[in-house]
């Protein structure tokens, strides 16, 4: 399609004659191109210049613009000699072309802003390769040669601002950074190198930023680097990254969001980038970046006397109220909230930005919209603006001429204009300032709820750690009064009071979380629940805040996703730290804990139930393991060579293999490897194979356990391999089948019932599970099992008695009674089950309990599980009614279906009692023989 044919909008001449001199330089054209021309030249002074310098290029031009563009740039790229000419001249004609298309709608915003920030990326280059040739000819740049022109000799140069983003503006400045790379020099010739770099950013600048008879490229701004006051123009990578760790303000971390390397060495500036990611990206959700982003934009309107309401003359429509600099505030602080969580949301531009946020769920979409929509009008206004004298101002004009003259220049109605920009103005202005703006009103000290008016500790509160910073205090003093008024609405608030304070005491800091519970106040809500419930787990929260970042970042309320769901995402998380193994670990640490707390909470609220919530925990331990495995064994091999063999499989035992885990559960693992034929490994320091795997074990346990900066995952045990603690500690193929073969005992094929692979080779992982299968699916003497389990029974007995009367799983009757019975019924009838009801109905067919057996003890242990799971949750302890308190102690009324705490007592009294005659009765035989 021709440039005329897509002309869907053209200013009008406000000055005619001048109009018609604008026409009259390109004669012979399209009536629709002519009016474009007329209108462009009558309304802009600087456009009818460049209309007529550049006639004679223009005519050609406007057949096909992009073409025309894309020869502008080739041209440019084939440049060796000095630019400073060829570049002003190519601006013109950019200038020229973006200007008419623009105006004229055969392009829209995003091609206009792109192209802009094309031609300045070409000229950021090429001004760099010029001032580097010159240094090294010069004999000046130590170790650099003529090849290393391209890529600056290990200098690089960050597009910061709209060029960042690829959104630059009609006539805007650059903002660079320029760095150099300090690894890539000798120490001996590092000051030389330095004053080097230094004299070829400032020559670069010159020829972008010098005022020639040509005009200029672009006007230059070095000073967004750290301190620009005292560091010279160009900077080591390392003097920077030391910087932005220790002195990094808040304003450089929005800025750090569209930087992107756009010149010389742009590998050297990925990787500097890829350093400052803990820096521009918190690992947590930083709702403290709102409070930044307010006193930024109150720091602007006062240092530019933009306070006031929204008047058209003269209204900056970038910094003012409602203009551009709030909607890139708002995307750019959204972005930093939760961008440290979620990489999709660190996209440059703030349309795209504004959309990721709407489809991740952080801003309505409507709103995203709205703020879009007005956004590229704002851009087109400020075009115009600066194109009527190519002056780098965002003013609305001030006179009546001046806004008549825009309005030519738009093709508009002048009274339409105005309304329509007063109107977008205000919407945006009151979307964003209730944002920003939280309201401190009414945040006097308020009174205490009457039942707890007579409470001294809220006095103490200014005294923790928390509330140590002014702002931390300032947040808090806002949230106080709604948090008060919910503790008073607790089923016993001085409980909930109590252990609310617990909590505050115990958290170290505040200014992150308060601020998170500003932005969500229905965390409060959820805090309060808990607190009420668990002073324990209060207690937990104070230490782990950062897994309330879970409840607003993704599904946190929805279905369970099962195990092989949080194995990819775990994958995913872990991906993002490739190659930084304690990163991985970390990340994996904080990612199982968001997923255990909301396990918990959903337990907590009623939306799991018990047998769910254990299944829901062992999956996650099942994905733990299965996702760290690998990383495990990749670090590994780094310096002792790929798994030897056939690999090795985890296998989990116990609650894990059995897919029931409570929130304190350790992990029962069992490592089995197949050398198949292999003597060692083959890597950088290789083991004989016995070693290599105990040590890979060695490493998986310490991956688990090691406490580190986020904590540890699980405690690990492992002394259900084959001879226990005496055994190594990852057992071979061969030795865990003549183990099972010849030597096990009973108890330890009992707990083969259990077992199940967790992750592993799959041909590995099917010959270990087949032998398990093939294990218990042989027949066994019932005397014998059960002689066996009537010992154990009384061995246990021996050494913990008959248990604390609430104490769910040591005792006569109790979970561990029956699932030993379970399990012993199972090695009798033959089949390889897996479960604790599968297991007592195989005894059922196998005629060693009734059917009312059945469901006795299928009813004593669900309730003891019941028990088990929600007394984990609330206490780390012995489960004492008159310390957990009220909130506690309805909490387990519930989840066990009692009346009262006298009720659950008496309830799994007897369930036991009951459960236990029915298993003495199915050992008749062995009691007499023990």
Not at 96 to 101: D, I
Not at 247 to 258: C, D, N, T, V
Not at 762 to 782: H, I, M, Q, Y
């Amino acid at each position: 399609m021709t440039f005329a044919s897509r002309i869907t909008r053209s200013p009008r001449p406000f000055e005619p004659d001048r109009g018609a001199e604008s026409r009259g330089a390109i004669p012979d054209t399209d009536d629709a191109i002519a009016g474009l021309i007329e209108g462009a030249g009558g309304s802009s002074p600087y456009l009818k210049t460049l209309i007529e310098k550049e006639a004679g290029w223009l005519h050609g031009a406007l057949d096909d613009p992009e073409a025309a563009f894309d020869a502008l740039l080739d041209e440019l790229r084939d440049l060796t000699e000095d630019p400073s000419v060829p570049l002003r001249q190519a601006k013109r004609r950019v200038a020229l072309l973006t200007g008419l298309a623009d105006l004229a709608g055969v392009w829209p915003l995003e091609e206009v802003t792109g192209r802009l920030t094309r031609f300045a990326d070409l000229a950021v280059q090429k001004a760099l390769e010029h001032a580097i040739r010159r240094e090294i000819t010069r004999g000046k740049l130590p170790g650099a040669s003529e090849g290393d022109v391209p890529t600056g000799a290990g200098m690089t140069v960050l597009a910061m601002g709209k060029m960042g983003a690829g959104e630059l503006n009609y006539s805007s400045d650059i903002d660079l950074i320029c760095l150099f790379d300090e690894d890539r020099i000798d120490p001996a010739d590092y000051q030389e190198a330095r004053a080097a770099f230094i004299r070829a950013t400032r020559r670069m600048a010159a020829t972008l930023n010098d005022q020639t008879g040509e005009g200029y490229v672009f006007r230059t701004d070095l000073r967004l680097r750290p301190d620009p006051a005292v560091t010279p123009v160009c900077m080591s990578m390392e003097a920077a990254e030391r910087y932005y760790e220790s002195l990094g303000r808040a304003w450089e971390r929005a800025a750090y969001i569209k930087a992107r390397p756009c010149a010389g060495d742009i590998e050297a500036g990925e990787r500097f980038l890829q350093t400052l990611r803990p820096f521009v990206w918190r690992k947590h959700l930083d709702f403290a970046a709102v409070q930044d982003a307010h006193d930024m934009r109150l720091r602007i309107r006062e240092h530019r006397g933009l306070h006031g309401p929204i008047t058209l003359p003269g209204h900056n429509v970038k910094l003012g109220r409602g203009g551009i600099r709030e909607i890139e505030f708002f995307t750019q602080t959204r972005q930093v909230i939760a961008g440290g969580r979620d990489p999709d949301l660190r996209v440059r531009g703030t349309v795209e930005g504004l959309q990721v946020l709407s489809r991740k769920g952080w801003i309505p979409q409507d709103v995203a919209d709205t703020l879009s929509d007005n956004y590229r009008a704002f851009r087109e206004v400020e075009h115009r603006v600066q194109m009527i004298h190519d002056s780098q101002t965002h003013d609305l004009p001030s006179s009546d001429e001046g806004f008549d003259r825009l309005a030519a220049l738009m093709g508009r109605d002048r009274a339409e204009l105005e309304r329509d920009l007063v109107e977008r103005l205000e919407a945006v202005h009151q979307l964003i300032e209730g944002f920003f703006a939280p309201d401190d009103e009414g945040c006097e000290e308020p009174d205490l709820p009457d039942p707890l008016e007579n409470s001294e500790l809220p006095g103490r509160w200014p005294s923790y750690p928390a509330l140590r910073s002014q702002r931390a205090t300032q947040i808090f003093r806002r949230l106080r009064p709604e948090i008060l008024r919910r503790l008073g609405e607790a089923a016993k608030p001085e409980e909930a009071l109590v252990a609310f304070d617990g909590f505050l005491q115990g958290l170290p800091a505040g200014v992150q979380l308060f601020s998170l519970f500003e932005a969500n106040p229905h965390l409060i809500d959820l805090l309060v629940d808990i607190v009420s419930v668990s002073p324990d787990l209060a207690r937990y929260l104070s230490r782990n805040s950062d897994v309330f970042d879970a409840v607003i970042a993704g599904e946190f309320f929805g279905p369970w996703p099962g195990r092989e769901a949080l194995e990819r995402g775990l994958c995913e998380r872990l991906e993002r730290e490739a190659g930084d193994y304690e990163r991985e670990l970390d990340q994996a640490r904080r990612w199982a804990r968001e997923w255990h707390f909301r396990i918990g909470v959903h337990l907590l609220r009623g939306m799991m139930s018990p047998g769910e919530a254990g299944q829901a925990y062992a999956d996650l331990a099942s994905a733990c393991v299965a996702g760290l495995w690998p990383r495990v064994q990749t670090e590994f091999a780094r310096k002792h060579g790929p798994a030897p063999g056939r690999g090795a499989v985890v296998m989990g035992m116990g609650s894990l293999g059995a897919g029931r885990l409570h929130a304190r559960s350790d992990l029962d693992l069992i490592v089995i490897y197949d050398p198949d034929g292999a003597e060692q490994s083959e890597g950088r320091k290789p083991l004989p194979v016995r070693l290599y795997y105990a040590r890979l074990t060695q490493a998986l346990v310490t991956a688990m356990t090691a406490p580190m900066a986020e904590g540890k995952l699980y405690e690990v045990d492992m002394r259900l391999r084959p001879s226990g603690n005496q055994g190594p500690v990852a057992a071979s193929w061969e030795a865990f089948r003549n183990y099972h073969d010849r030597e096990a005992w009973t108890w330890e094929r009992m707990a083969l019932t259990r077992a199940r692979i967790i992750v592993g080779p799959e041909a590995l992982a099917k010959d270990v599970a087949d032998f398990r299968d093939g294990t218990l699916a042989v027949p066994r003497d019932s005397l014998d099992v059960l002689g066996d389990l009537a010992k154990m029974r009384a061995r246990i007995a021996a050494a913990k008695g008959q248990g604390d009367p609430w104490d769910p799983k040591l005792g006569r009757g109790r979970m561990q009674d029956i699932e030993l019975f379970a399990q012993a019924c199972t090695l009798i009838a033959g089949r390889a089950v897996t479960g604790t009801r599968p297991a007592l109905e195989v005894a059922c067919e196998a005629g060693l309990v009734s059917e009312d057996g059945v469901e006795a003890l299928t009813r004593a242990h669900d309730l003891a599980w019941a028990l088990q799971i929600g007394a984990r949750l609330v206490t780390d302890g012995r489960l004492d009614p008159m310390q957990l308190g009220s909130g506690g102690c309805a909490f387990l009324t519930r989840l066990t279906g009692s009346r009262d705490m006298a009720d659950l007592r008496a309830r799994l009294e007897a369930a036991a009692g009951e459960a236990a005659e029915i298993i003495d009765a199915a050992l008749p035989a062995a009691k007499e023989e023990a």
